[in-house]
């Protein structure tokens, strides 16, 4: 792992399901990170077999791009789920020797940064697959000790610093995993990533 940057992700089922219909993906790509929450309509295996189908070919696209950016991210995820029951997602990349990119989504997934101030996005409504609206992507310009979450619905969106106080010093995959713990409704697939600051 590059050391000014950590990355994290966990994924919870909704109760009684064995699979998600939330899917992560985190990887190191052309100088930077990227990472995105791709929650489909639904849950259970079919579900599931949509948003992995989602995150393998955005893994391809981010791949495949010099700079990964918003237009073509959320473009490649608005043209793999067409014909499906369709999705929402929130997608960043974030470059390692600058720690500036962008965030960008679709529908109500949502990007929390913890920094001197604790910021929300939301993104513009929307279905991956049926109807997107403009992406309004968000530049991010990070320092060291900074925390980006990407998350699903299945995790409430109230909770800040004095919820889980020890969010700043945390390796990323055990912020993951206590974000879904903590916040995450159990009656909902939950997922989370984490870029993480160092």
Same mark, same amino acid.
């Given at each position: 792992?590059?050391?000014?940057?950590?990355?994290?992700?966990?994924?919870?089922?909704?109760?009684?399901?064995?699979?998600?219909?939330?899917?992560?993906?985190?990887?190191?790509?052309?100088? !930077?990170?990227? +990472? $995105? @929450?791709?929650?489909?309509?639904?849950?259970?295996? #079919?579900?599931?077999?949509? *948003? &992995?189908?989602?995150?393998?070919?955005?893994?391809?696209?981010?791949?495949?791009?010099?700079?990964?950016?918003?237009?073509?991210?959320?473009?490649?995820?608005?043209?793999?789920?067409?014909?499906?029951? !369709?999705?929402? +997602? $929130? @997608?960043?990349?974030?470059?390692?020797?600058?720690? #500036?990119?962008?965030?960008? *989504? &679709?529908?109500?997934?949502?990007?929390?940064?913890?920094?001197?101030?604790?910021?929300?996005?939301?993104?513009?409504?929307?279905?991956?697959?049926?109807?997107?609206?403009?992406?309004?992507?968000?530049?991010?310009?990070?320092?060291?000790?900074?925390?980006?979450?990407?998350?699903?619905?299945?995790?409430?969106?109230?909770?800040?610093?004095?919820?889980?106080?020890?969010?700043?010093?945390?390796?990323?995959?055990?912020?993951?995993?206590?974000?879904?713990?903590?916040?995450?409704?159990?009656?909902?697939?939950?997922?989370?990533?984490?870029?993480?600051?160092?």
């Amino acid at each position: 792992m590059i050391k000014s940057i950590e990355l994290g992700e966990y994924v919870r089922p909704h109760d009684g399901e064995t699979l998600s219909g939330d899917v992560v993906l985190t990887q190191q790509e052309n100088g !930077g990170v990227f +990472a $995105a @929450v791709i929650d489909v309509l639904g849950h259970g295996s #079919e579900a599931h077999e949509v *948003g &992995v189908s989602l995150r393998d070919g955005l893994s391809a696209w981010a791949a495949a791009s010099t700079v990964p950016d918003p237009d073509g991210a959320i473009a490649t995820l608005h043209e793999t789920a067409k014909g499906t029951r !369709g999705a929402v +997602a $929130a @997608v960043a990349w974030l470059d390692f020797d600058t720690l #500036e990119g962008w965030v960008a *989504g &679709v529908g109500n997934a949502r990007c929390r940064i913890f920094s001197d101030k604790t910021k929300t996005l939301e993104f513009s409504d929307g279905v991956l697959g049926q109807r997107v609206r403009s992406t309004r992507p968000q530049a991010l310009s990070l320092r060291p000790a900074d925390v980006v979450l990407l998350f699903s619905d299945g995790v409430t969106s109230r909770f800040g610093p004095l919820d889980y106080p020890s969010l700043g010093l945390d390796p990323a995959p055990t912020i993951a995993l206590n974000v879904v713990r903590r916040f995450g409704k159990s009656l909902d697939d939950a997922s989370c990533a984490v870029i993480r600051c160092k």
